[in-house]
């Protein structure tokens, strides 16, 4: 990550616009209400889809805790640090899946950076399973790895998985690392670093003639994906140029792909791919970062790339973008916002296309270091702060059930 100032190597976003009419409605007293604390540098929250409403935390030195609810649970779900290198701050256990058919089948997917004992450092896709004998606890001895990448830096790992509408299993890979992408791995196909993979974990039937590029390549490549096939170009990758796209997310109503990309040093961005595309995008890097040319070097014309629907400008004290949630929960105004933030100052932003193009708007200055956002079964919407808790977004008002519990913090925002 670039100028030394966060700890998950993610760095820049300019507010196209500030005036958001459409977003007027959005309740005057929403507020983050923390509900867990004491966690050990949370990454990231997921559901499981199994009604069961538990949220599932990753911890960066390797563990799974489990808020179900009225707190955190003591054992954690899976506790893997053994394997997982957390030495360097951008390291660790970074992505959690569930299996679409979790409930019936118990299959869940981690992203994690593993030291093999020689060599580069590798990112490591693996499936395990939850115990026979408790939902809460899950058994380490069942990993099954299912993809391997060897990466050229300690920075700069991406980490994100989910599955897609589709039933296929997203992968966000970084560049591999170190200032510029040096080894030009975001603009060369015949590399997994610096893209968005799709691949079938279902499936470990690899079509004759496909190029496959993972080091370990149990899993199968959908044959829709724009490069599958024996063209030269990794069968895996589902769209390319990105820096560091640390935290992206699927809008549950829509299917339309979200991706914070982290920036190099001006600019932090969020791209939008719909969900009709057919995949194959470019999101510029190296040969831009956001609107602007970066090294353009040997680059294709500018008509070869796709551009950010937001950005914003990092180089005073905003330094990391991190991709958030378009929001589908019960708050009346609030649905439809896309939501993300900023891991160095804690900024949250608000974000809507309006009909035309996206704005976006501040709408808190928090203390957090933001590390992730979360979204639980029924699209509520929580933030993740490395510093060890859990707030979910709530509007007091129109919880007549009594959802909101916790400790609300006392924020003024500046949203309109």
């Known amino acids: 990550m670039r100028r030394g100032v966060s700890t998950l190597g993610l760095a820049g976003i300019a507010v196209i616009a500030w005036a958001l009419p459409a977003m007027a409605q959005v309740p005057s007293d929403l507020e983050l209400v923390q509900i867990a604390s004491g966690l050990s540098e949370p990454l990231t929250a997921r559901h499981a889809g ?7 935390i990753l911890e ?3 563990r799974i805790a489990i808020y179900d609810g009225a707190g955190v649970l003591t054992t954690r779900f899976l506790d893997i640090s053994g394997p997982v290198d957390s030495s360097d701050s951008e390291q660790g256990l970074l992505g959690l899946a569930f299996d679409p058919d979790y409930a019936s089948n118990g299959f869940f997917y981690v992203n994690y950076i593993y030291d093999p004992g020689a060599g580069l450092d590798r990112t490591r896709v693996s499936r395990f399973n939850v115990s026979a004998g408790d939902p809460n606890v899950a058994d380490p001895n069942s990993e099954a790895i299912l993809l391997e990448i060897a990466q050229d830096y300690s920075n700069h790992n991406g980490g994100n998985i989910l599955f897609g509408p589709d039933g296929y299993l997203y992968i966000g890979m970084g560049d591999g690392g170190s200032t510029g992408d040096p080894n030009n791995r975001a603009q060369t196909l015949t590399q997994l670093l610096g893209k968005m993979l799709r691949i079938d974990v279902h499936s470990a039937v690899v079509p004759p003639g496909a190029d496959v590029c993972g080091l ?18 990794c069968d895996e990758i589902w769209a390319s140029g990105l820096r560091n796209p640390w935290r992206w997310s699927f809008d549950r109503a829509t299917g339309d792909l979200f991706i914070g990309d982290v920036g190099q040093g001006t600019w932090e961005e969020v791209d ?8 194959g995008e470019n999101w510029g890097w190296r040969c831009y970062e956001g609107n602007d040319p970066y090294n353009t070097s040997a680059c294709l014309a500018i008509g070869n790339y796709d551009f950010p629907i937001l950005q914003y400008d990092s180089t005073a004290s905003d330094c990391a973008v991190v991709g958030g949630y378009r929001y589908r929960g019960s708050i009346t105004g609030f649905v439809g916002t896309y939501v993300y933030g900023d891991s160095c100052t804690g900024k949250i932003w608000f974000a809507n296309e309006s009909g035309g193009p996206w704005s976006s708007s501040e709408w808190m200055n928090t ?13 509520e919407l929580y933030v993740v702060d490395l510093g060890g808790t859990i707030s979910r977004f709530e509007a007091p008002s129109l919880f007549a059930d009594g959802f909101e519990t916790g400790t609300t913090e006392n924020w003024s925002t500046t949203f309109p």
């Open 50 to 56: 199994d009604g069961s409403g538990r949220l599932f």
């Open 60 to 62: 960066r030195a390797g």
């Open 216 to 233: 370990v390549s149990n899993y199968g490549i959908p044959a829709t994906n724009p490069y599958a096939g024996s063209d030269g170009a």
């Open 272 to 279: 939008m791919q719909p969900a009709a595309s057919p995949g």
């Open 367 to 379: 203390s957090f270091s933001v590390s992730s956002f979360g979204e639980d079964e029924a699209g």
